[in-house]
C-alpha cells in the first residue's frame, strides 16, 4: 500500500476513517435505529461484499459495536461513545444541506428542541463568548500535536453512486456525503479554509497523484463550491476561490475536527491545530446551540418530525 506524508491534521485523521460515502451512509442510518444488515442494503442501495466491508471497518475503529441474540446470530449494529459524539456534525451537515439545496423531503423535516419545544435550526456557537462560529472569525495556529502524518493513499475504492440514488428517505444531507465521502475532496476543501487557494499549494500540501487533485478541483467547481478566478494571464493561471456555498461548510469541518481532537489522536499529543476565536480571543470550543434558546443540542432532546409524525 503506497502512503504519503502529510502534515498532522484532526480533520484528515478524522476522515481516514470515516471519510467514505458508505461508512457516512452506514453511520447515518444508525442514528436513526436502522441496525440490522438487511435493513441498511435496502435502505442504502448498497451491495452486499461493501456493507460487509463497511460494518467490519467502522467496527475496528470502535464507531460500531455489533451484538448478536443468546444463539449468536441476527447480530445488530449499535452506536459507541465515539459514534455518538459525531452528532454535532450530524445537525451541522442537515443545516448546510437545508441552505443550499431544494430538498422536499428535508423540508418537511422539523427539528423541535424539547427543552424549549421550539422548532430550530441548528448554530455552531463559541463556548465562551455565545456567538456563531464562522469562516473569517477564527485564527489557526499550530498545537502541541503538530507533527508530521503517515498516510495510506488509497483505503477504499470511491464511489460512483450518485447521492442522489440513494433511496433511503432518511438521508437527510446526501449532497454533503457525496462531497465530503471522498476523503480527497473533503482534503482539498479542508485546506482552502487555510487560505489555500493555488494548484501547487495543494500539491504541497497534500502530494497525491495530479490528476486526482485536478479531478478534485474540477469537481468542486462544479458543484458550486469553489470558484476559479484568474490571476495571471500570460501564461494563463487560475486559482480556486471558496463560494459562499463552500464557505458555509466551515462549521460542519469545524465540528469535524473537534471529533478527531478527542477521537483520532493515536499518540496522544494533543490537538494538531490550536483554533482561537478573533470574536472573543478565546480558543474555539463549538458546541451545536438551539436557534431560539441557546442552549447545547444533545442527542435524546432533539426531535425530528416528519410530516408531523416523529421519525
Known sequence: MSELITRASSINRALDQ???KWCLLIIQEVLWGINTFNEM?????????????????LQDIDCLRRETDAAGRHPTYHLTSKTIDLYDCALMAIRWERNWFDNPQLDNVQ??????????????????????VILGEVRFQPGPGATRDVREKKVRRRSSI???QIPSRRAL???LINLVGDRWTANVIALSFHGITRFEEFHTELPVATNILADRL??????GVFVQVVYQERPLRQEYQLTDKGRDMFPWFLAL?????????????????LV?????NEPVEAEVCCSECGKHLLAHDVEFTLNGKVM
Open 218 to 223: 474540477k469537481l468542486l467547481v462544479e458543484e
Open 257 to 273: 475536527l473537534q471529533w478527531g481532537d478527542k477521537w483520532c489522536d493515536p499518540q496522544g499529543k494533543g490537538a494538531p491545530m
Open 162 to 164: 450518485a447521492a442522489s
Open 18 to 20: 470515516i471519510g467514505d
Open 173 to 175: 444531507y446526501r449532497n
Open 276 to 280: 482561537t476565536h478573533t470574536g472573543c
Open 111 to 132: 427539528l423541535r428542541h424539547r427543552s424549549c419545544g421550539q422548532t430550530f435550526q441548528p448554530q455552531l456557537r463559541c463556548g465562551h463568548c455565545s456567538d456563531q
Open 41 to 57: 442494503m435496502e435502505a442504502m442501495g448498497v451491495s452486499r461484499g461493501v456493507l460487509s466491508n463497511r460494518l467490519k471497518w
